[in-house]
């Protein structure tokens, strides 16, 4: 364990100054990928409980309670519903609107840290490749003066081309397909609400609730 330890420094030592912001970049990747893994999840989202309780709320055209109910529930699908009762009396058309606004306001939430992502996706292969460039100029600058630690210099500045290139894409491969399942996952997660969403709205807007609830008005 101690030798693949100390292997790993110094092939990180081998990459020259390039390697330590490949480095934070690789922890940043990590960091938000585990992040996002965990957090979209559907059960986070639609909670079995939660969609039965605010059907039987909205059903019973109990709106203050399901308002109240989605208060103290905050999230994405609470939000959503919380928008449908408090703008229950819009127009269908105008509805729909509302609240495909604050869908689209939501998925940014579920997306968030992957822009960050996405950068680093570009970005990591660039910094291996300035990592290249680097050690090639190490490599013709040995070739310029000669002298007798030539092959060291050239071993060095080959090894450093190398190691940097690998590293970007190392980084940038896993990142990149992460990203794609991801943002996949936050659009399938919105897509699911949307389809409960247009449940409860052709519940709350069936005809004898709006008819009944104007007449009241």
Same mark, same amino acid.
């Given at each position: 364990? /101690?030798?693949?330890?100390?292997?790993?420094?110094?092939?990180?030592?081998?990459?020259?100054? +390039?390697?330590?912001?490949?480095?934070? *970049?690789?922890?940043?990747?990590?960091?938000?990928?585990?992040?996002?893994?965990?957090?979209?999840?559907?059960?986070?989202?639609?909670?079995?409980?939660?969609?039965?309780?605010?059907?039987?709320?909205?059903?019973?055209?109990?709106?203050?309670? !399901?308002? &109240?109910?989605?208060?103290?529930?905050?999230?994405? /699908?609470?939000?959503?519903?919380?928008?449908?009762?408090?703008?229950?009396?819009?127009?269908?058309?105008?509805?729909?609107?509302?609240?495909?606004?604050?869908?689209?306001?939501?998925? *940014?939430?579920?997306?968030?840290?992957?822009?960050?992502?996405?950068?680093? +996706?570009?970005?990591?292969?660039?910094?291996?490749?300035?990592?290249?460039?680097?050690?090639?100029?190490?490599? /013709?600058?040995?070739?310029?003066?000669?002298?007798?630690?030539?092959? &060291?210099? *050239?071993?060095?500045?080959?090894?450093?081309?190398?190691?940097?290139?690998?590293?970007?894409?190392?980084?940038?491969?896993?990142?990149?397909?992460?990203?794609? /399942?991801?943002?996949?996952? !936050?659009? !399938?997660?919105?897509? &699911?609400?949307?389809?409960?969403?247009?449940?409860?709205?052709? *519940? +709350?807007?069936?005809?004898? +609730?709006?008819?009944?609830?104007?007449?009241?008005?």
């Amino acid at each position: 364990m /101690f030798e693949l330890l100390q292997s790993g420094i110094d092939i990180f030592r081998s990459g020259g100054p +390039v390697m330590y912001p490949l480095g934070m *970049l690789s922890v940043v990747a990590l960091a938000i990928i585990l992040e996002r893994l965990w957090v979209l999840r559907a059960q986070n989202y639609l909670e079995p409980g939660v969609v039965h309780v605010l059907s039987g709320l909205l059903g019973g055209r109990d709106y203050k309670a !399901a308002s &109240d109910y989605c208060r103290r529930h905050p999230g994405p /699908f609470t939000e959503l519903v919380h928008t449908m009762v408090e703008n229950r009396y819009a127009p269908y058309d105008e509805l729909k609107e509302i609240l495909g606004d604050t869908g689209r306001r939501q998925l *940014l939430g579920l997306q968030r840290g992957l822009p960050a992502l996405a950068t680093i +996706v570009g970005g990591a292969p660039l910094l291996g490749l300035l990592g290249t460039v680097l050690g090639m100029i190490n490599i /013709f600058k040995a070739v310029a003066t000669g002298g007798s630690g030539i092959n &060291d210099t *050239l071993a060095t500045g080959i090894s450093q081309a190398l190691i940097t290139t690998a590293t970007g894409l190392i980084i940038a491969i896993p990142a990149l397909f992460t990203h794609s /399942f991801l943002e996949a996952r !936050a659009v !399938a997660i919105l897509a &699911d609400i949307e389809a409960q969403m247009m449940d409860y709205l052709h *519940l +709350v807007r069936r005809p004898d +609730v709006v008819a009944g609830e104007s007449e009241e008005a």
